[in-house]
């Protein structure tokens, strides 16, 4: 069955089943040997996948492939479709004799169609319109009250892509404006811990609100 086979490409025949039994049914494994396109398959685990058997020719992509002419990168990762539309995430590398010479391929195929189908599930159920905001719901049950102000005062500033000290007036401001949304200067002592995380005055982070709230 093998005879007159390269013995590199013969080595590889066991890597052929190991390799499917490792990623599952889904996952289709072909060795190729280009000398013959027209019964270039000389292994194959899961031929299921794509229907192909050993003794089978060389599919379209393989043969663009030899068209090319092209072997110094392998083929990683591109998609492809079966004839009844089955969705394949693909994988073709060259193999090589010892002078640098084609001899063969290796495929790997794997079957992404229900994959697929689960994520486009999973974006329609999570999709969100674009004014939704995510609200962190970082911490445990034992948090305090001001666990959660002092996490919630370090998220903005963290937005805010500078240390404190560089923040000009508008950006506090607006830091300020951004807690004043969310009810922070709801809890007891927030005008206080932010007056002094901001490194301002309490006075000044009342004049910030009631600029605010002229604005609204």
Do not use: W
Not at 39 to 46: F, G, H, L, Q
């Amino acid at each position: 069955m093998y005879e007159g086979l390269h013995p590199i490409l013969k080595n590889m025949i066991p890597l052929v089943d190991s390799i499917a039994k490792t990623f599952g049914k889904s996952c289709e494994v072909v060795l190729h040997d280009v000398r013959n396109p027209d019964n270039s398959i000389v292994a194959i685990a899961n031929g299921h996948v794509t229907n192909r058997v050993v003794g089978g020719p060389m599919s379209e992509y393989g043969l663009a492939d030899l068209r090319r002419g092209n072997y110094d990168n392998n083929k990683m990762n591109y998609l492809k479709k079966t004839k009844d539309g089955r969705v394949l995430k693909s994988t073709s590398m060259y193999i090589k004799d010892e002078k640098g010479s084609l001899i063969g391929f290796l495929c790997i195929n794997v079957d992404i169609s229900e994959l697929t189908v689960i994520r486009n599930l999973i974006n329609d159920f999570t999709f969100m319109s674009d004014d939704v905001s995510f609200v962190n719901a970082e911490g445990s049950g034992t948090d305090t009250i001001n666990d959660v102000l002092a996490r919630i005062v370090d998220r903005i500033l963290e937005s805010m892509g500078k240390p404190v000290a560089f923040l000009t007036k508008e950006e506090k401001v607006n830091v300020v404006q951004q807690l004043e949304a969310q009810g922070v200067f709801l809890v007891k002592g927030a005008i206080d811990y932010v007056a002094k995380i901001l490194c301002v005055s309490r006075y000044t982070i009342y004049n910030y609100l009631d600029e605010i709230r002229v604005e609204v």
